[in-house]
């Protein structure tokens, strides 16, 4: 599967942005998807992660309250409003897709077998 993403870009502290990921239509079945970033010398984070099948959603402590992961599944694609933003969230932004997903605890990137491009969020 392919995925695409959109939606990064540069904002003040306090600002929003709403990054997009559409899966391309090929038969893969994504079970879940999700978001990660990277900051430069960290390593890659899970920053929410949400289920086709209805179950509760993922989310970091570091973002839970401010970001809401959100999917469409007309569209085979999964959303990430991003509010309140800090100059930590600061990273390279990731979308994942698996056909299972994480089996249990917190999503890690092992988890998932499909990346987007990613997309840069700078907050100043």
């Known amino acids: 599967v392919q995925l695409v993403e959109s939606g990064g870009g540069s904002v003040q502290a306090g600002g929003s942005l709403r990054l997009s990921c559409t899966a391309s239509?090929?038969?893969?079945?994504?079970?879940?998807m999700g978001w990660f970033r990277q900051a430069p010398g960290k390593e890659r984070e899970a920053v929410a992660t949400?289920?086709?099948?209805?179950?509760?959603?993922y989310y970091a402590d570091s973002v839970q309250g401010r970001f809401t992961i959100s999917r469409d599944s007309a569209t085979n694609t999964v959303y990430l409003e991003m509010n309140s933003l800090r100059p930590e969230d600061t990273a390279m932004y990731y979308c994942?897709?698996?056909?299972?997903?994480?089996?249990?605890?917190?999503?890690?990137?092992?988890?998932?077998?499909?990346w987007g491009q990613g997309t840069q969020v700078t907050v100043s």
């Open positions: 994942a897709a698996d056909s299972v997903g994480p089996a249990a605890g917190p999503p890690t990137a092992g988890d998932f077998a499909c």
């Open positions: 239509d090929d038969g893969y079945s994504s079970a879940c």
């Open positions: 949400i289920y086709w099948g209805g179950l509760s959603p």
